[in-house]
Nanobody
Framework: QLQLVESGGGLVQPGGSLTLSCEFSGFTFDWYYIGWFRQAPGKEREGLSCVSSIDGSAYYVDSVKGRFTISRDNAENKVYLRMNDLKPEDTAVYYC?????????????????????????WGQGTLVTVSS
């Protein structure tokens, strides 16, 4: 059974840092993307970053480039999202999701856009609150 479990959310002050973790299990496919998304109250879900299992290529949307870093630990079956210089507008529920490859609409694109439709599995989300 495909499963993703996020952890690491919490309350952080503006300018602070936080690292989210996404532990995945039950994958039966060899090639996949795992990505991070977020949804703030009253706003649409937004893609942030994703990483490829093929070669470890990482993709970022423009709004988080330079502040967020995605990484993976294949031995631990985890993908991390390191978030620096957090701002109140980063407050949201953060989700990780996975997509098997090849895909008609890939999650990640080299042009810095992300697709959130037709993905195989989503985690339950972890809340990040940036406030003083």
């Amino acid at each position: 059974q495909l499963q993703l479990v996020e952890s690491g959310g919490g309350l952080v002050q503006p300018g602070g840092s936080l690292t989210l973790s996404c532990e995945f299990s039950g994958f039966t496919f060899d090639w996949y993307y795992i990505g991070w998304f977020r949804q703030a109250p009253g706003k649409e879900r937004e893609g942030l970053s994703c990483v490829s299992s093929i070669d470890g290529s990482a993709y970022y949307v423009d709004s988080v480039k330079g502040r967020f870093t995605i990484s993976r630990d294949n031995a631990e079956n985890k993908v991390y999202l390191r978030m620096n210089d957090l701002k109140p507008e980063d407050t949201a529920v953060y989700y990780c999701a996975a997509q098997s490859l090849p895909a008609v609409q890939p999650m990640c694109d080299a042009d810095g856009t992300m697709n959130s439709y037709g993905l195989d599995v989503w985690g339950q989300g972890t809340l990040v609150t940036v406030s003083s």
